[in-house]
């Protein structure tokens, strides 16, 4: 993040302030902005001054984590299900195990696991044996897509990068360029 530093400091001569990772309530005072990788406590939130700006707005937990993106979205399916079609059907566990356990009665599907706390790939698996996941286990599980979009035959995924200016009312800018990654083996269907 020293970039986001630099242009704050160089091209628009702000006051950055540093502090621990788990010392917020220090921050409350003279800065321009507050750049932080742990959440804000709510009362520098409303000491906040109106000139003053931060990386973080309350409620971002809800669309940043695995588990409460997933629960949120499939609440927005229940109410809208035609609206809210467009990713695959999404179990938080353990809570919904039961329920969960009742996709193994029927024809083999492939699932993806991905831990809730954990980032980057890591700890993410394919399964279609009930057995290979923990009921215990805190983790998001979702249907595997068998036919994904390709890119001459090798998956992809693509990245923009926004920034939500503004909440009240709604700003965000869109970066102009984004990230593409592109896998370097050619995509075959999970089997078992």
């Known amino acids: 993040y020293d970039v986001v530093k630099n242009v704050l400091k160089q091209k628009y001569k702000c006051k950055l302030v540093y502090n621990s990772e788990s010392d917020t309530s220090a921050a409350i005072g003279e800065w321009d902005f507050y750049w ?9 939130l409303t000491k906040m001054k109106p000139y003053q700006k931060i990386n973080h707005f309350p409620g971002m937990a809800c669309i940043a984590r695995k588990n ?3 629960r949120n979205l ?35 599907k492939t699932f993806i696991v991905k831990p809730e706390a954990l980032s980057q790939g890591k700890g993410i698996f394919l399964s279609r044996k009930i057995e290979s996941i923990d009921p215990t286990e805190h983790c998001v599980v979702q249907s595997y897509l068998h036919r994904p979009y ?22 965000i800018c869109m970066y102009s360029e984004g990230l593409a990654r592109l896998s370097t083996e050619t995509y075959v269907c999970p089997s078992s």
């Open 36 to 44: 932080a990788d742990i959440g804000i406590s709510a009362e520098l």
């Open 150 to 171: 390709l890119h001459d035959g090798m998956q992809f995924d693509l990245r923009i990068y926004v920034l939500l200016y503004g909440c009240d009312a709604l700003r």
């Open 74 to 108: 499939m609440r927005m399916r229940r109410k809208f299900p035609d609206e809210y079609n467009y990713f695959p059907r999404t179990w938080l566990l353990p809570l919904e195990w039961n329920e969960f356990k009742k996709q193994f009665s029927k024809k083999a």
């Open 68 to 70: 409460l993106l997933g």
